[in-house]
């Protein structure tokens, strides 16, 4: 039969594009269904403005770097255009003439003694310890959660071999570290290390990146830790950059491979239903009618669209069931694309400097401006003067724009979370205005320089990408919602509760960033299971 496989994978986003790639390679035959006219998902570049095509700006997502390098090689993507341009420092202007470089060297450590001598002689302590941790915890995100209450002998391997990996490192001060990374807030860590409200607001900005929390709200020091984790380049962990050709290329990328393996890739080919019978999924079924069939399906979609959507109540335990309902994803974002007639001009830092315009630009005061953006969306209006996470990639990347012109990307916070169920459109207008009138006081001209912009609102991210309110993790990155418990109690294998049904989204455990690997754990948990 035309349509019958040995796996099919519902959702073309790079997880699933990645599940796919890895069972090719191994010479199954399999299928991608993605719903939207082209594959990628949010890790995309689109060209918005139909008036001036020539301007490329990644859509959502806009950096890279946990994807660890076996990936990279067992796929071949650098065979097929990926590339990374590296970020350059970490800038945060501020509308007194200051500024603030994070980075190497003594121009970042003048920068912060400019607010703190004692500050600036913490910062490398501080890189120090948190890179301790992430390097021990990062291992974590290559493993597959044990059943920690099983007493199958496979599980009870498991957890033994968990506990070996960690006995050299887990001395009780060591434990005692990481308890506060799962337990703080953001802000209480950093005030462990730092004196200057603007050093801790700066520094609190990866506790914060996507979340639906301010950097005062208990267990963000974890999420300021996991965006820490990566693998090493040059000695150096997290390192973050940027695709050439955007984010789209990264996606392009993975599908090129998953097709030279012999992947089949369908778009335009929502899925309607998982079909299921006497407990195992034998296929799907398609929005127009149409079926697959095969012994294995993956998921790459949001939880709750899976099994509160595609599939029948009746199939799925009611715990399990109660587990997904409950599962939050609440986020408030904002993503700001940008076409400009020039670079800004920073009034504490002037003329182009590719360390600061091609880094990672941040807008805020200080803690509390953060934290006050934050209680205002949790109190149901549009932050008055919202953060932004900025970058130009067009410092580096010449494929996105004219000569001349550039493309910024600003990932901003905060909005309602309500805001994922109304478009929204005039508030969300108003919102980017402030944020542009914020931004004018450390570049002056900047708003003259815009040419075109996109705002795509949490509204517009779950309908046109699935991400349900918005949330780019698939899920909040509280402790409740890790590890053992990341998408449910007694599922955090990539497995369901339904056989020959796996999960590879962004909610699994190692989800979160462009990684892909939920895609590559599901098909290692596949193999074990000899599911084909």
Known sequence: MANNYEAIVIGGGHNGLVAAAYLAKYGKKVVVLEARHKTGGAADTSSPWPEAPEFKVMTLSYTMS?????????????????????????????????????????????????????????????????????????????????????????????????????????????????????????????????????????QSVNGIIGTWAGPMTPGTAYVLMHHSTGEESEGQVASWGMPEGGMGAVSDAIRASAESFGAEIRVSTPVDKVLVKNGRAVGVATASGEEFRAPVVITACHPQITFLRQIDRGDLPESFVEDIEGWRSRSGTVKINLALDRLPEFTADPGFDPDVHGGAITILDDLEYLETAFQEARAGKPATVPFADCEIPTVFDRTLAPEGRHVMSMFTQWVPESWSREPHREELEAYANRLFDRFELVAPGFRDSILHRQIIGPYDMEQEYGLIGGNIFHGELTVDQLFHMRPAVGYADYRTPIRGLYQASSATHAGGGVTGLPGHHVVREIRRDKAL
């Open 66 to 202: 946990l994807m660890p390098p076996y990936i990279l090689k067992d796929l071949r993507l650098k065979d097929f255009g990926y590339r990374i341009n590296p970020l350059g420092m970490g800038y945060t202007p501020h509308p007194d003439g200051r500024s603030l470089i994070e980075g190497e060297g003594q121009r970042s450590f003048d920068s912060f003694a400019d607010y703190s001598k004692k500050d600036a002689e913490a910062m490398e302590p501080y890189y120090e310890w948190i890179g301790r941790i992430a390097n021990l915890l990062h291992p974590l995100l290559n493993r597959t959660p044990p059943h920690l209450s099983s007493r199958s002998l496979r599980d009870i391997k498991d957890v033994g071999r968990l506990a070996w990996s960690l006995r050299k490192e887990l001395d009780e001060r060591t434990v005692a570290d990481i308890t506060r990374l799962f337990t703080m807030s953001a802000a209480d860590l950093l005030e462990r290390w730092f004196e200057d409200p603007t050093v801790i607001g700066s």
